[in-house]
């Protein structure tokens, strides 16, 4: 009696163990590594900023390496991309600004970019789902553009401000 009942849970810990290995490699293999539909559009750049970005090289390459991020087709292209993406952000970030956007508020913006961008890059490296911080990369970059944006609108002086 011991020996079938022995025999019946070993049977049954082995028939459990195969179905939940069975259902593991499943969900890795649905897993999507970016959804490039659920990215955000871009924020465009308004004439005088366009103007002022139109000389910096550096931002146009960023610019550039940004394109590519809407056109990868899986992981491995993901991580070259992003990987262009940090060479070319560490050249901007060396580079010398123009002086209407030599700010903290745009080296700030910058260094929160660079932040997602190497978070996007982690998880493509231990193999998750790179959509929400891709997602977030691209809010950091949009948050960027838009000050450029701002900067280039404002008309308040500064200085009347300082002297009250």
Same mark, same amino acid.
């Given at each position: 009696?011991?020996?079938?009942?022995?025999i019946?849970?070993?049977?049954?810990?082995?028939?459990?163990?195969?179905?939940?290995?069975?259902?593991?490699?499943?969900?890795?293999?649905?897993?999507?590594?970016?959804?490039?539909t659920?990215?955000?559009?871009?924020?465009?750049?308004n004439?005088?900023?366009?103007?002022?970005?139109?000389?910096?090289?550096?931002?146009?390459?960023?610019?550039?390496?940004? !394109?590519?991020?809407?056109?990868?087709?899986? #992981?491995?292209?993901?991580?070259?991309?992003?990987? !262009?993406?940090?060479?070319?952000?560490?050249?901007?970030?060396?580079s010398?600004?123009?002086? #209407?956007?030599?700010?903290?508020?745009?080296?700030?913006?910058?260094?929160?970019?660079?932040?997602?961008?190497?978070?996007?890059?982690?998880?493509?490296?231990y193999r998750?789902?790179?959509?929400?911080? #891709?997602?977030?990369?691209?809010?950091?970059?949009?948050?960027?553009?838009?000050?450029?944006?701002?900067?280039?609108?404002?008309?308040? !002086?500064?200085?009347?401000?300082?002297?009250?």
């Open positions: 009696m011991r020996i079938i009942l022995s019946c849970l070993l049977l049954l810990f082995t028939v459990s163990c195969q179905e939940s290995g069975r259902a593991t490699t499943d969900s890795q293999q649905e897993q999507p590594f970016l959804q490039l659920a990215l955000p559009q871009r924020v465009p750049l004439a005088k900023a366009s103007d002022l970005t139109k000389s910096w090289i550096e931002f146009n390459s960023l610019n550039t390496g940004f !394109d590519a991020l809407y056109t990868v087709e899986n #992981a491995e292209d993901l991580a070259l991309v992003l990987d !262009d993406l940090v060479e070319r952000q560490k050249l901007l970030e060396e010398a600004y123009p002086a #209407a956007f030599d700010l903290p508020q745009v080296r700030g913006r910058q260094r929160v970019m660079k932040t997602f961008i190497l978070k996007t890059k982690a998880a493509v490296e998750e789902d790179a959509t929400e911080p #891709a997602i977030e990369l691209i809010n950091a970059y949009n948050a960027m553009r838009t000050q450029f944006n701002v900067l280039v609108n404002n008309t308040l !002086d500064t200085q009347l401000l300082s002297d009250e």
